[in-house]
T-cell receptor, first 117, second 111 residues
């Protein structure tokens, strides 16, 4: 099946710094990727939809200036957490689906565990 | 009201037991339904799609009840390796195939 690779798998950073997370589709072209955040014992919450060649669509309550998304190619989307704070510590996961079919599987990256100290 | 709600469990069952749990969704126009499995600190992985007529995959059986807006998952002959969190996932209508996740039901199978 399709593979989505996410990097890094974990990162620890100091408050105030920025962290970039990469999400790559390895064997298919992903015109749309999704970025989620998951806090312990909670569901995955959609943060934004990343569209190749255009601006990302953010969910209500997600600050677009804090969570910068770039989807410059059909195989790569990046999420940059700017000026990270301890409350941004979470599990961030990207996913991609074969666009055009509602009932197809979503493929997830391995996730990035971010800890801000 | 949350879009997708699940009993968080945990369901603690012995090997070989049958365990079943439900998930309810709030939007009657929801289009597609899935069960994903998530192991601790890992990404979700598709367990099975849920079809209107119900479907079975080995020891796993999924059912969809549109009238009552719930889906169910039944695991027969539980194995230790079935221990995980099971996520109910729904595709919202007219949403570019966005997925809405439940918080998960934790199942622990003991020897």
């Amino acid at each position: 099946g399709a593979v989505v690779s996410q990097h890094p798998s974990w990162v620890i950073c100091k408050s105030g710094t920025s962290v970039k997370i990469e999400c790559r589709s390895l064997d298919f072209q992903a015109t749309t990727m999704f970025w989620y955040r998951q806090f312990p014992k909670q569901s995955l919450m959609l943060m934004a939809t990343s569209n190749e060649g255009s601006k990302a669509t953010y969910e209500q309550g997600v600050e677009k200036d804090k969570f910068l998304i770039n989807h410059a190619s059909l195989t790569l989307s990046t999420l940059t957490v700017t000026s990270a704070h301890p409350e941004d510590s979470s599990f961030y996961i990207c996913s991609a689906r074969v666009f055009g079919a509602a009932n197809t599987e979503a493929f997830f990256g391995q996730g990035t565990r971010l800890t801000v100290v | 009201r949350k879009e997708v709600e699940q009993d968080p469990g945990p369901f603690n069952v012995p090997e070989g037991a049958t365990v079943a749990f439900n998930c309810t969704y709030s939007n009657s126009a929801s289009q597609s339904f899935f069960w994903y499995r998530q192991d601790c600190r890992k990404e979700p992985k598709l367990l099975m799609s849920v079809y209107s007529s119900g479907n079975e995959d080995g020891r796993f059986t999924a059912q969809l009840n549109r009238a009552s807006q719930y889906i169910s998952l039944l695991i027969r002959d539980s194995k230790l390796s079935d221990s995980a969190t099971y996520l109910c996932v729904v595709t919202l209508p007219l949403s570019d195939y966005k997925l809405s996740f439940g918080a998960g039901t934790t199942v622990t199978v003991r020897a």
